[in-house]
Structures are given as C-alpha cells and as structure tokens.
C-alpha cells in the first residue's frame, strides 16, 4: 500500500509538463559521491519546489495536504499586507518631515513613490534577515545532517518588520544570527525553541542598542539626500510622557503613524488575521483572548484614571505600537505558545494583560508586548502542564465516582 502511495505522489508531482523539466533537473542534480554531504541543502530546496515524495511506514497516522512549508508559505503570505502598507508608509512618514523631500515641505508625495521609496529601503533588510538567518540553519543542518527546518521563512520575514527602518544592517544581522543560534538552534532547531525567534532578534536589539528601540522617538527613515535620519514621537512615546497621543484614533487605525516598520497597521494586519483564521494556520482562542485580556487591563486602568496613560481609552491600546501585530502573527506561534485548548485561553489573556500593565505602570517600556509575548513564551509549557494535570485528576475523580456507583 505505501509503495502504491509513493508512486502516485511522484507521478502527481510531475503530472504537468511545465514542471517535467524542474523534477529531471532535480533528478540529475542530486549529490552524490564526494558531494553527498550536501544532501540536506539538495533536500531543502527540492521540497520547496515539489511535495516530498514520503509515506509512513510504521503506526497510524494522517497525512495531510499541506506540510510546515507551505503552512510557513501561508504566513508570509498574510503578513503581505502589513508588509505593504508599512513600506508605504515609510515613505508617506519621510515625506512629512523630510527637509530636503523632492516634494514641499509638509507635502505628502505620490502612493507609488512612498512605496517605491519604502521598498528601496525594505530591501536591504530582507534580503540581510534572509542571508543571514538561512545561511546558519543550512550551516547546523549540514553539520548534524538534518533535513533544514522551515521556520525560518517566517521569522526572516518578520524580523525586519518589527525594528525601526533605519536599524544598521550589521545590527540586524547580529540580531538575527543571535535569534537564529541562541534563540533556537542551540534547543535542537524548528519546534524545539521555546521563545519566539523574531522577539528575541528584537530583545536582543532592544536591550543592546536601547537608544534605537527604546520608543522614546522611534526612527523613521534616513533622508536619501544626504540630511541626518528623521525622528517622531509614537503615539505610545507620547503617552509614557504624559502627553495625549497627537494622532486621531482612525490614523491609528489605518496606520498612518510613526512606529516600528510594518507594525501601524491596524487594517493591514486584521486582513492576514482574516487569511490565518480561514486556513485554519492560527489559533483563534489565542487571538482573542489576547484582545479581551487587554481589553480589560485597560477597562481597570481607566477605572483608576491617575494618570493620562490611564485614563485613555482602553480600545487605544489595539491601535498604538505593535499589539494586535504581537496578537496575531507571534503569540500564535504554534511551537511557543500554549498547545491544549484552556492553555490558549489562558495563555493569550495572561499576554493581553501583561502587554497594557508593562506599558502602563513601566514607562521604561512603551512598547510591552514583547516582552509579555516572551514571557508567556516562557510559561506556556507549564500552562499545558497544569491543564492536562487537572484533566487528569478530573477524569481520575469521575472514573472512581462511577465504580462507586456501579458497586451500590
């Protein structure tokens, strides 16, 4: 049966004749002999472009249509969105502060030339988050002749989104070499780590380069004529100065603030939210109860109201910095968060609380749903742990109430 399974699966594969060409290229570049330890690079590659040709042979299991990467492909595809709205918006943001803008002062520039200008600016990061990133979990793969995890088609992509524009590149590439090696390889690789790869790039930057990801004034871009890099306060800087956010609630909304690169954008994130919950990708338990837990830290604070950070609107907290960004595309990590169902509930409020309280009460900290994100990282194993243990002893309890019963 296996074997009649597999030869199905590879005559699928290369069913079409567009794609006969590809699969004998593959075929006839296989390593072999003295390049046959460049079999987990040959082995990458080559279940990107077709669906691994495997069956199982021991046990009952299900096979499904879609493996960890197209699931990874899925993601990326839903943080596009957020993704182009935040190099447009780069460009709008440099276009209003900008001295030397081609446009007037003050003036906002064409939509295609802020994208335009925002992916000249995206590019480098990407592609530096990718080398970097990929080249060392295709280094440990080789080296302990593992197949090369997928997870990183995520993390490369979202590491850039969530650091200042004007971040060195020689900084992100140590953040991310430290994500990908501290954060993740040094645990066994994908599905091992127990922190969010992409928040630890970010810690490490935060707490190493505090000056840049402090939030006080979050960079925007660097002028591409040659003037100093261009500054405003986020709405959440402005907060933790005790000042009213000088941005109206539907700005926030659509995402037309200063802030991290691709993290303004209320709208933008809700769209890949949208594609995650239909596919099925992330968990909905813990994207709620992430917005109720903040919901209702901020329902307590405005009932405290000793401050104006207090008495803001609790829904504010959904539009400033990178909550709903944090609720949607990493605190459902899948390998970092909790597993069991009454896990996720309380993982995610515990988030939601944690992320309000952090930016409220230590103003040190604007921005506070990483470290929550991180945090509860650290505590979903222990979550599940007390689940499955009160389940147990709840079943235990039923089982010795019926014997009793069946002996009466």
Same mark, same amino acid.
């Given at each position: 049966m296996s074997k009649k399974l597999g030869v199905r699966s590879e005559e699928y594969k290369v069913k079409s004749t567009a794609f006969k060409g590809l699969a004998k290229w593959f075929e006839t570049h296989k390593p072999k002999g003295k390049w046959a330890w460049l079999g987990s690079t040959y082995e990458a590659f080559h279940t990107f472009a077709f669906t691994p040709n495997r069956v199982t042979r021991?046990?009952? /299991?299900?096979?499904? *249509?879609?493996?960890?990467?197209?699931?990874? %492909?899925?993601?990326?595809?839903?943080?596009?969105?957020?993704?182009?709205?935040?190099?447009?918006?780069?460009?709008?943001?440099?276009?209003? /502060?900008?001295?030397?803008?081609?446009y007037e002062l003050g003036s906002?520039?064409?939509?295609?030339?802020?994208?335009?200008?925002?992916?000249?600016?995206?590019?480098?990061? #990407?592609?530096?988050?990718?080398?970097?990133?990929?080249? %060392?979990?295709?280094?440990?793969?080789? %080296?302990r002749h593992h197949e090369v995890n997928?997870?990183?088609?995520?993390?490369?992509?979202?590491?850039?989104?969530?650091?200042?524009?004007?971040?060195?590149?020689?900084? #992100?590439a140590l953040a991310t070499a430290f994500a990908?090696?501290?954060?993740?390889?040094?645990?066994?690789?994908?599905?091992?780590?127990?922190?969010?790869?992409?928040?630890? *790039?970010?810690?490490? #930057?935060? +707490?190493?380069?505090?000056?840049?990801?402090?939030?006080?004034?979050?960079?925007?871009?660097?002028?591409?004529?040659?003037?100093?890099?261009?500054?405003?306060?986020?709405?959440?800087?402005?907060?933790?100065?005790?000042? /009213?956010?000088?941005?109206?609630?539907?700005?926030?909304?659509?995402g037309t603030i200063p802030g991290s690169t691709c993290e303004t954008s209320v709208i933008a994130v809700a769209l890949g939210a949208t594609l995650l919950l239909i596919t099925g990708i992330a968990s909905w338990r813990i994207m709620l109860s992430v917005i109720l837990g903040g919901g209702l830290m901020g329902l307590l604070f405005n009932a405290i109201g000793a401050n104006e950070y207090m008495q803001v609107p609790f829904y504010y907290h959904y539009l400033m910095g990178g909550f709903m960004?944090?609720?949607? +595309?990493?605190?459902?990590?899948?390998?970092? *968060?909790?597993?069991?169902?009454?896990?996720?509930? %309380?993982?995610?409020?515990?988030?939601?609380?944690?992320a309000v309280m952090l930016r409220v009460i230590n103003p040190a900290y604007p921005e506070g749903m990483m470290l929550s994100i991180l945090l509860m990282n650290c505590f979903a194993p222990l979550i599940d742990h007390c689940v499955v243990a009160r389940n147990i002893k709840m079943r235990q309890h039923r089982a010795l109430k019926l014997s009793k019963t069946v002996k009466s």
């Open positions: 021991r046990g009952s /299991h299900v096979r499904d *249509a879609i493996d960890l990467k197209r699931a990874m %492909i899925m993601v990326v595809i839903a943080l596009v969105p957020a993704m182009l709205f935040g190099m447009w918006n780069i460009g709008y943001q440099t276009s209003l /502060h900008a001295t030397d803008w081609p906002v520039a064409s939509w295609w030339y802020c994208l335009w200008f925002g992916f000249l600016r995206m590019l480098p990061m #990407l592609a530096v988050s990718y080398i970097v990133g990929l080249g %060392i979990e295709f280094t440990f793969a080789q %080296i997928e997870g990183f088609l995520v993390t490369g992509f979202i590491i850039p989104m969530i650091v200042p524009v004007t971040t060195p590149l020689w900084q #992100l990908v090696i501290i954060g993740k390889e040094v645990f066994g690789g994908t599905g091992m780590n127990f922190l969010n790869p992409a928040l630890v *790039a970010r810690a490490f #930057l935060f +707490f190493a380069y505090p000056t840049r990801m402090s939030g006080d004034n979050v960079w925007v871009a660097a002028d591409l004529w040659g003037t100093d890099a261009i500054t405003s306060a986020t709405p959440l800087a402005e907060l933790a100065a005790g000042v /009213h956010p000088s941005a109206s609630a539907l700005d926030m909304l659509i960004f944090g609720a949607v +595309f990493m605190a459902t990590d899948p390998v970092t *968060a909790a597993q069991t169902n009454t896990g996720k509930w %309380i993982y995610g409020l515990l988030i939601g609380i944690f």
